[in-house]
């Protein structure tokens, strides 16, 4: 079954702390994986995206891993500012048509504290 | 900044009642998606559309229908609101050019309460 996992649930830091999020996923075949943030009553925004042949991509602060082989990613946040407080969601596309269907994790509720 | 507007944000309403989320991008994107997110759960798609007078149901099953009669438009409507629909609608949309699957840009949501 094609599953999308994100740990931890929820993680508190202090402002100017980095942090970092897990995705594990058991999407197969893979095409990409990407992650987005999501504001309190906003849509979500992409923040970046992971080919299978990519390993790391920044975006500012902002730090993705891919591990294709053990099928996990990681999003590192650096200097957490108040304004990274948001929910981040890991989504893996597969490709097993053209038509890409998409698996979403529950997402990470982060909260930056001052 | 997306170009994908939902109205309304926010409605309360009574049960029984008939209401039309709108959904509308005006970026051209072929595909446009409804997904449902309650609190702390993942996004579960509704419905989602390839095209014009293209619609199609989601993984979760949802009493809602849609139309796609104009490419930029792509509402949601639900004949008769019950409690259980409460929940947050996030439209989305995006292009794909053959295997590779583009961005998913999403309205800003539409939080339905129903009392």
């Known amino acids: 079954k094609n599953q999308v996992e994100q740990s931890p649930q929820s993680l508190i830091i202090l402002e100017g702390k980095n942090c970092t999020l897990q995705?594990?996923?058991?999407?197969?075949?893979?095409?990409?994986l990407r992650w987005y943030k999501q504001d309190t009553g906003r849509g979500p925004v992409s923040l970046t995206i992971?080919?299978?042949?990519?390993n790391t991509k920044s975006n500012g602060r902002y730090t993705a891993t891919l591990d294709a082989d053990t099928k996990q990613s990681s999003l590192h946040i650096t200097a957490s500012q108040l304004s990274d407080s948001a929910s981040y969601i890991c989504v893996v596309s597969d490709r097993g048509s053209t038509l890409g269907r998409l698996y979403f994790g529950r997402g990470t509720q982060l909260t930056v504290w001052p | 900044e997306a170009d994908i507007y939902q109205t309304p944000r926010y409605l309360v309403i009574g049960t029984g009642k008939k209401i039309t989320l709108e959904c509308s991008q005006t970026m051209g994107h072929d595909k446009m998606y409804w997904y449902q997110q309650d609190p702390g759960m993942e996004l579960h798609l509704i419905h989602y559309?390839?095209?014009?007078?293209?619609?199609e149901k989601g993984d979760l099953s949802s009493e809602s229908t849609v139309s796609r009669i104009r490419t930029e438009h792509f509402p949601l409507t639900l004949e008769s609101a019950r409690p259980s629909h409460t929940s947050q609608y996030l439209c989305a949309s995006r292009e794909g050019v053959g295997g590779i699957t583009g961005e998913l840009f999403f309205g800003e949501g539409s939080r339905l309460t129903v009392l």
């Open positions: 995705c594990n996923y058991t999407v197969s075949p893979f095409s990409n």
């Open positions: 992971m080919t299978f042949s990519e």
């Open positions: 559309s390839y095209g014009v007078n293209s619609t």
